[in-house]
């Protein structure tokens, strides 16, 4: 069972949901997909990790070779090459590993080279085996990072994985759902809240995927997330309390379902909420 954990932006939550469902479960899997400011790891503080470089094939010139016929930079549409006073130059920044110019060139002056663009590393907190991507700073893109750590749970199906997704929901975002079984859609009781969780709510339905809300920060009264999700017809699978100790847990990178009986029973019932919507699909598409 595959779960998402997405939210139109960042600090609405979605760690908070991701790292305590997966430590509710016990034995599962969490994935920490958001390679550009990945947390997780913060509060699991994973052991006998190890680590692995993650690395892209970028192209790599033979100036000698090079006849400056210019057919390479002309099949660029993301503008990687360059041909500047008798001399090919490669942007690596921009460049999207397509690997076409090296095909392309008839004078064989490009070969493609290894470029390390981040890590990702692998460990174990009390029965939930953690998986973390972390993209180098200054790099474009963190999609092969994710690539990898999905890549490595394809054949296995026994296990419960929770996805901590990249906020928002740009391409990366796209390529950490885009093999789950359900997405928990995290949420703000504020209209700014609102405009977030309908940019992941259009998201997930134009990738066909089953859904819920969690309501994160709920205090007494009007909740515009509530009625949005009411109004869309939204299955609420939680509500998290807006209150300090919670909060300070939080901001101590504390597992709150590990510390304190009343969180673990809010987030074994989220749990219980999450399982139970799957199942209840699972038998209405078999």
Request: glycine share 8%; with cysteine; hydrophobic share 40%.
């Amino acid at each position: 069972m595959r779960i998402a954990v997405l939210s139109g932006k960042g600090g609405t939550g979605k760690t908070l949901v991701s790292v305590n469902l997966a430590a509710a479960a016990r034995d599962s899997v969490y994935i920490d997909c958001d390679v550009e400011e990945p947390n997780g790891l913060l509060f699991f503080k994973p052991e006998n990790f190890r680590e692995e470089e993650i690395s892209i094939k970028i192209p790599d010139v033979d100036n000698i070779l090079c006849n400056g016929c210019r057919q390479c930079v002309d099949f660029c549409k993301f503008n990687a090459l360059a041909y500047i006073k008798d001399k090919l130059i490669v942007f690596d920044e921009v460049c999207h590993s397509c690997g076409g110019c090296v095909m392309l060139c008839p004078e064989k002056a490009l070969t493609e080279k290894e470029k390390v663009i981040g890590r990702v590393q692998k460990g174990m907190s009390g029965g939930v085996n953690v998986n973390t991507g972390i993209l180098n700073t200054g790099e474009a893109s963190g999609i092969p990072i994710i690539k990898n750590l999905l890549d490595g749970i394809k054949d296995i199906s026994d296990d419960m994985f929770f996805i901590d997704c990249p906020p928002g929901s740009a391409c990366i975002v796209m390529e950490s759902i885009k093999d789950v079984d359900y997405c928990v859609l995290v949420a703000e009781p504020t209209l700014f809240g609102v405009h977030n969780l309908n940019m992941v709510y259009e998201l997930v339905k134009r990738f066909g995927k089953q859904y819920g809300v969690v309501l994160n920060k709920c205090l007494e009264g009007e909740n515009p997330a509530e009625k949005f999700c009411l109004e869309k017809n939204i299955k609420i699978l939680g509500r998290i309390p807006f209150d300090n100790e919670l909060g300070m847990l939080n901001s101590n990178a504390e597992i709150a379902v590990r510390e304190n009986k009343k969180y673990k029973e809010i987030f074994l019932d989220l749990l219980d909420a999450v399982i139970r919507e799957v199942q209840h699909e699972t038998t209405t598409n078999s």
